[in-house]
């Protein structure tokens, strides 16, 4: 295992990944996404704020099982019910343990970008982006005494426009 290991499994999406608990996941090498809440500071007036944006969220993968399926969800806009991201890291008594997880529902593939390189050994990769209605996140903290456990949850929907948690 390296420092940390990060899956995706997406609803009918079937990946590559035999890694127990994760079988049929996609095991993705890196991913990122955001969100932004414009304000405006004006002298004398206060501070406003914004409606929060959710930014997509994008990941690479090695090409793979998942590729065509990803790129015909990319054509087609399907819309998926659920995907959810779980990261894993090397725990004091040297096991994997779930540190982070994070859940999207109600997405759309957005973006499908392929690309190799001549004389790597690497297989070609992928980039992938889908935007999402509602997101949650969940922290879990390893103890002195081993044992693992969900610490926080939080969750917001941009449809509804509805946060929750911590």
Not at 50 to 79: E, Y
Not at 131 to 151: M, P, W
Request: with cysteine; charged share 20%.
């Amino acid at each position: 295992m390296a420092v940390a290991d990060f899956y995706l499994k997406i609803d009918g999406i079937e990946g590559e990944c035999e890694v127990k608990g994760f079988e049929k996941q996609m095991q993705i090498e890196s991913w990122s996404f955001g969100v932004t809440n414009s304000g405006s500071a004006a002298l004398g007036t206060g501070m406003g704020t914004g409606r929060a944006s959710l930014q997509d969220f994008h990941f690479v993968i090695h090409n793979g099982k998942a590729s065509p399926q990803l790129f015909l969800a990319c054509c087609k806009g399907n819309h998926i019910k659920e995907a959810v991201l779980t990261c894993r890291k090397t725990g004091g008594d040297g096991k994997p343990y779930t540190y982070y997880r994070v859940i999207f529902n109600d997405l759309v593939i957005s973006s499908f970008q392929t690309g190799g390189s001549n004389g790597s050994n690497v297989l070609p990769m992928e980039q992938i982006s889908f935007n999402f209605t509602k997101i949650t996140h969940e922290y879990f903290q390893q103890k002195a005494d081993g044992t693992v456990s969900l610490t926080n949850t939080v969750t917001y929907d941009q449809k509804k426009v509805e946060a929750s948690g911590a």
